[in-house]
């Protein structure tokens, strides 16, 4: 009973480091009666500190295990918190970045559960009060390596909240026993809770995409993932057109924007089969298994749990400053937004007005740091075409990183020495081919500069007309056939003929000049 919708494979198909991912399914929402997704993400993001949310004890949990732990962190009785104020003006800034609503006094509540890595046995959080609320994120949906148009969606945002986050339990089968590791206790999030506005996993992913790059401007958030500093939970549910909203399931702590996509898929997928079978979605958390490509239930939700929210009552109302007055001791609302920096949409903008950058061109390149550093520097110089730049960058560039497995943010490359490379294949000093050696050679770390590389192996593009007949002349006269079935309308036979020419040059003829020679010999 699968005829109801229809899957459809989606491939990679990008040659660049950056847009390699696995085949994934989708569906058809066209139709009125076919199911349609509701995505709506949770994000909790670790705020950069040095100290924790409520003690003085270091961030730095990758150290050794309960090596950041005050008395506070472990719940020791008679310890108190104590606001750490850097903290609240991460929350501020991000709050601004994302057009909240900023509520001048919010308050922390005790959330309680109960388990071993959650010593008091409450997690102290804003829910019912938080710091900023009914804000929005606007950006651009972009599939990497899947030619479609991008286009620019927005979510918007329920609240934006200050809260712990709890220690890590380590389950270890050898010894039978579950370790519990106080580093992360304390550490303080963001939390940032978006309305069930999208509409399928790639807004998803191009969403947090998006604010992983607004937090890490704002020095808010590292954004990354890997090492847990920002947590998605995706909360999906399918509908038909005109029926209110399906029952949701909730994937919690996805850490990677690829595994958001693809975990969302495939939950949609299992809730279609699910109701196509005639069964019932149950409300329930599930994980994302990214090695087996499931989601994998982890408890049910149907009967909510009962947190027995109550005020903190060690911790005063949060005020903020709202109007700039220099007297008050508070955070500063008005020189946060001050201190805002510029944001990706608004770079983008800025790099399709400047330089004439396409839609597509412009989102490779911001959500990319490293290029968009490269770029900028190398389009300083008023005689390089920005075109020719990101073309480098987008193709040539990620394609040598690739190729030897080089992450983006871990190279060596002058700025100068790329802009080097260009400016010697305008002025036809060098071919393309060329360019790609000498750029690889740089890559992997040879610190001459590209000149000196082109001359020190003698790979000056050869433009004498009279070195081209000749290259022309001795590869017709050595393969007479291919010559005849050019002559006989076969049209491989003239790149059989252009490719010979250009390996008897080493790859140093300059080739437009070779097609058209070769057009003029082969006539006679
Ligand atoms: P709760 O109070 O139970 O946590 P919320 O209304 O705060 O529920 O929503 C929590 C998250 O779930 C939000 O990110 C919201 O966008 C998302 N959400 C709510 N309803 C749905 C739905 N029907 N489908 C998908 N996501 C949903
Ligand atoms: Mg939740």
């Known amino acids: ?146 030619n479609k148009p991008p286009y620019t969606k927005i979510s918007k945002i329920k609240q934006i909240q200050l809260e712990q986050d709890s220690g890590k339990s380590l389950h270890d089968e050898n010894l039978h026993m579950s370790l519990v590791d106080l580093n992360r206790a304390g550490i303080p999030l963001i939390e940032v809770v978006f309305e069930p506005d999208l509409e399928d996993a790639e807004e998803a992913a191009s969403l947090v995409k998006e604010l992983i790059m607004i937090l890490d401007r704002i020095r808010c958030c590292s954004g990354r993932m890997e090492e847990g500093a920002l947590r998605v939970d995706a909360n999906v549910s399918i509908h038909r057109q005109d029926e209110p909203l399906g029952t949701r399931t909730e994937i919690k702590n996805i850490y990677s924007v690829r595994a958001v996509a693809n975990a969302i898929n495939h939950e949609i997928a299992r809730q279609i089969r699910i109701k196509e079978e005639g069964g019932t979605v149950i409300n329930e958390t599930r994980s994302w298994d990214a090695a087996g490509k499931v989601t994998v239930a982890m408890r049910d939700k149907e009967i909510k749990q009962d947190y027995r929210y109550m005020p903190e009552p060690n911790l005063p109302p949060l005020r903020l400053n709202m109007n700039g007055n220099d007297q008050s001791d508070l955070v500063n609302v008005v020189s946060l937004r001050e201190q805002l920096p510029e944001l990706p949409e608004e770079t983008r903008q800025k790099l399709m007005t400047t330089y004439g950058l396409s839609n597509i061109n412009v989102i490779q390149i911001v959500n990319e740091n490293t290029l968009l550093k490269l770029f900028l520097e190398i389009s ?133 000049m070779v097609a058209n020679t070769l057009t003029e010999l082969l006539k006679k």
């Not at 962190?73 to 057009?99: F, H, Y």
């Not at 040598?400 to 190279?411: G, M, R, S, W």
């Not at 000498?438 to 890559?443: A, C, D, G, P, R």
């Not at 003698?458 to 007479?480: H, R, S």
Request: glycine share 4%.
């Open 1 to 146: 009973m699968f005829n109801l919708y229809r899957f459809r494979l989606k491939c990679s198909c990008g040659n660049s480091l950056l847009w390699k991912y696995p085949k994934q399914q989708s569906y058809s929402t066209k139709t009125k009666n076919l199911w349609k997704p509701v995505i709506g993400l949770e994000v909790h993001a670790q705020i950069i500190s040095n100290s924790k949310l409520f003690s003085g004890a270091k961030c730095d949990f990758a150290g050794l295990v309960n090596d950041c732990v005050s008395p506070f962190d472990a719940s020791i009785p008679g310890t108190l918190p104590v606001l750490n104020k850097r903290c609240v003006e991460a929350g501020v800034l991000a709050a601004l970045a994302l057009s909240c609503k900023i509520n001048p006094v919010s308050s922390f509540d005790r959330k309680h559960y109960f388990y071993a890595d959650l010593p008091s046995g409450y997690q102290i959080t804003q829910q019912r009060s938080p710091i900023a609320q009914d804000g929005f994120l606007q950006f651009q949906v972009h599939t990497p390596g899947v």
């Open 380 to 512: 300083r110089d008023p005689k390089i075409d920005p075109k020719k730049v990101v073309n480098i960058l987008l193709n040539d560039f990620l394609t040598v990183l690739n190729k030897h497995n080089i992450p983006i943010d871990n190279f060596n490359v002058q700025p100068d020495h790329i802009g080097q490379l260009i400016h010697m294949r305008e002025g036809q000093i060098i071919n393309i081919v060329i360019l790609r050696n000498v750029l690889e050679i740089v890559v992997l770390g040879d610190t001459r500069t590209p000149e000196e590389i082109v001359q020190s192996k003698n790979w000056q593009m050869i433009n004498d007309p009279v070195k081209i007949e000749k290259l022309c002349t001795d590869v017709m006269n050595d393969n007479p056939k291919a010559v005849q079935k050019h002559k006989d309308g076969n049209k491989r036979a003239f790149n059989f003929l252009t490719k010979k020419i250009s390996q008897n040059s080493n790859d140093l003829a300059n080739m437009a």
